[in-house]
C-alpha cells in the first residue's frame, strides 16, 4: 500500500518562529488533506489540496503531486498551533481509503 | 450547528460484551468514514461509506461492523470487544469527491474505548 511519511516528528518553536512540515508519500494521490489536532484531541481540517498552493492567514500548503510531496507553512507561529499536525492522502483509483501519515507535534513555547 | 456526533464519548466495557458507538451527521454528507488513533500508529482508517448502503473496509477493518442504512448515520460495531480494539474512535464526514472520495473532513470529538 502507500506510505505516507511526516517530518519532522517533533518539533519545538519559540513564539513568533517560522516552520515547515513536509509530507512524503510513495504513490500518485488524488486526495490530500491537512489536519491539525489540539492538545485537547479535536481534529480540524487545515486545507484540501491534492496540488497546488493554498493560503489561510498565517498557514499555506503546497503540494507537488509530481514529486510527490507536500509542505505545511506556518509563520509567526503562536502558543495555540500547538498540537499534532497530520496530512492524509487517498491513493489515485482509490476512492475512500484516505491514509494518514504518524503527524508531526509542534510544541510552540511563549 | 454543522457537526458530527458521537456517542457514547467514553465507554468502558468487558471483553465479549456487544457494543456500538454510534456516529450522526447533520451536513447531508455522502461520504462517512471511521478511524482508530494509537499512540505511535497514528490514525487508522477502519471503514468508510461512500454513501447510502456503500461501504468498504479501510486498512484496520477486524473485528469491526458498520452499515449506513441512512445518509445521516454511520455506526462501528463492535460485536465481541477485545482488549486490542481499546483505542481512541473518530468518525469524520465529507462532500463526496467521485472518484477521490473524501472532500474536506469534519471530525466528530472522538470516543474513547476501553475494553477490560
Known amino acids: 500500500g502507500i506510505q505516507v511519511e511526516q517530518s519532522p516528528p517533533d518539533l519545538i518553536l519559540q513564539e513568533g518562529a517560522n516552520s515547515t512540515l513536509r509530507c512524503n508519500f510513495s504513490?500518485?494521490?488524488?486526495?490530500l488533506q491537512w489536519f491539525h489536532q489540539n492538545p485537547w484531541g479535536q481534529l480540524i481540517n487545515l486545507f484540501y489540496?491534492?496540488?497546488g498552493t493554498k493560503q489561510n492567514g498565517r498557514l499555506s500548503a503546497t503540494t507537488v503531486a509530481t514529486e510527490r510531496y507536500s509542505l505545511l507553512y506556518i509563520s509567526s507561529s503562536q502558543t495555540t498551533d500547538s498540537g499534532v499536525y497530520f496530512c492524509?492522502?487517498?491513493?489515485?483509483?482509490?476512492?475512500?481509503?484516505?491514509?494518514f501519515g504518524k503527524g508531526t507535534k509542534l510544541s510552540v513555547k511563549p | 450547528e454543522a457537526q458530527v456526533t458521537q456517542n457514547p464519548r467514553y465507554l468502558i466495557t468487558v471483553t465479549g460484551k456487544k457494543l456500538t458507538v454510534t456516529c450522526s451527521q447533520n451536513?447531508?454528507?455522502?461520504?462517512m468514514s471511521w478511524y482508530r488513533q494509537d499512540p505511535g500508529l497514528g490514525l487508522r482508517q477502519i471503514y468508510y461509506?461512500?454513501?447510502?448502503?456503500?461501504?468498504d473496509k479501510g486498512d484496520v477493518p477486524e473485528g469491526y461492523k458498520v452499515s449506513r442504512k441512512e445518509k445521516r448515520n454511520f455506526p462501528l460495531i463492535l460485536e465481541s470487544p477485545s482488549p486490542n480494539q481499546t483505542s481512541l474512535y473518530f468518525c469524520?464526514?465529507?462532500?463526496?469527491?467521485?472518484?477521490?472520495?473524501?472532500?474536506?473532513?469534519?471530525f466528530g470529538a472522538g470516543s474513547r474505548l476501553t475494553v477490560l
Open positions: 469524520a464526514s465529507s462532500l463526496s469527491r467521485g472518484n477521490s472520495g473524501a472532500n474536506v473532513l469534519t
Open positions: 451536513m447531508n454528507h455522502e461520504y
Open positions: 492524509a492522502v487517498v491513493r489515485r483509483g482509490s476512492q475512500g481509503n484516505l491514509i
Open positions: 504513490d500518485s494521490v488524488n486526495n
Open positions: 489540496i491534492p496540488s
Open positions: 461509506s461512500m454513501n447510502v448502503e456503500v461501504t
